[in-house]
C-alpha cells in the first residue's frame, strides 16, 4: 500500500505543504509520516520553548499537534483548514525531549472532518497531550493552491 495512488497523492500535498510552512519548519518539525488522513510529525523542545515552571509552554505542544493534525486533513487535495480544536495536557513536556504528533482521521463527512492527535514523548511513550480538531474544506485544489501540480 505505500506505493498506491491514494499514498502518493498524500505525499504530494504534504510536500506541497511543507515548502511553504515556514511556522513548522521554523520551529524545527520534522515531518515523518503521511498517509491519507494521517500524519505523523516530530519537534524536540529547545531552550526557547520552555516555560516559567522549567517545562515545555503549552502553546508549542498545541502547535506540533495542529500542524500534524493540519497535514493529516490536507492529504486529498483540497485545501482544508481548522474549524476548532482542542488539547488537554496530560503530562509536562522537558526541554530536550523529543515529541511525535500522531495525527489520524476519525470521520469525513462532506465539507468537514474530525481528526485525533495524540502527542507522546519518544523516549518512553508517555503521553503529553490528546488534541481534537474539526477541519472544514474549502473545495479548491492544494496543489495549484500553492503553485505546486
Same mark, same amino acid.
Given at each position: 500500500m505505500p506505493n498506491s495512488d491514494a499514498n502518493i497523492l498524500a505525499w504530494a500535498c504534504a510536500e506541497a505543504m511543507w515548502a511553504e510552512d515556514h511556522a513548522?519548519? *521554523?520551529? *524545527?518539525?520534522?515531518?515523518?509520516?503521511? @498517509?491519507? *488522513?494521517? @500524519?505523523?510529525? @516530530?519537534?524536540?523542545?529547545?531552550?526557547e520553548m520552555v516555560n516559567g515552571h522549567g517545562i515545555a509552554h503549552g502553546g508549542f505542544i498545541f502547535t506540533l499537534a495542529d500542524s500534524a493534525f493540519a497535514f493529516a486533513c490536507n492529504t486529498y487535495d483540497v485545501v482544508t483548514v481548522a474549524q476548532s480544536n482542542s488539547i488537554t495536557y496530560l503530562a509536562p513536556g522537558k526541554l530536550g525531549d523529543r515529541l511525535i504528533a500522531k495525527a489520524r482521521e476519525i470521520a469525513r463527512p462532506g465539507r468537514s472532518g474530525l481528526y485525533d492527535v495524540t502527542v507522546s514523548r519518544e523516549a518512553d511513550g508517555t503521553r503529553i497531550a490528546e488534541f481534537r480538531g474539526q477541519s472544514r474544506s474549502t473545495g479548491k485544489p492544494l496543489r495549484s493552491a500553492s503553485g505546486q501540480s
Amino acid at each position: 500500500m505505500p506505493n498506491s495512488d491514494a499514498n502518493i497523492l498524500a505525499w504530494a500535498c504534504a510536500e506541497a505543504m511543507w515548502a511553504e510552512d515556514h511556522a513548522s519548519r *521554523g520551529l *524545527g518539525m520534522e515531518l515523518l509520516d503521511v @498517509a491519507p *488522513g494521517q @500524519a505523523r510529525l @516530530a519537534m524536540t523542545i529547545r531552550p526557547e520553548m520552555v516555560n516559567g515552571h522549567g517545562i515545555a509552554h503549552g502553546g508549542f505542544i498545541f502547535t506540533l499537534a495542529d500542524s500534524a493534525f493540519a497535514f493529516a486533513c490536507n492529504t486529498y487535495d483540497v485545501v482544508t483548514v481548522a474549524q476548532s480544536n482542542s488539547i488537554t495536557y496530560l503530562a509536562p513536556g522537558k526541554l530536550g525531549d523529543r515529541l511525535i504528533a500522531k495525527a489520524r482521521e476519525i470521520a469525513r463527512p462532506g465539507r468537514s472532518g474530525l481528526y485525533d492527535v495524540t502527542v507522546s514523548r519518544e523516549a518512553d511513550g508517555t503521553r503529553i497531550a490528546e488534541f481534537r480538531g474539526q477541519s472544514r474544506s474549502t473545495g479548491k485544489p492544494l496543489r495549484s493552491a500553492s503553485g505546486q501540480s
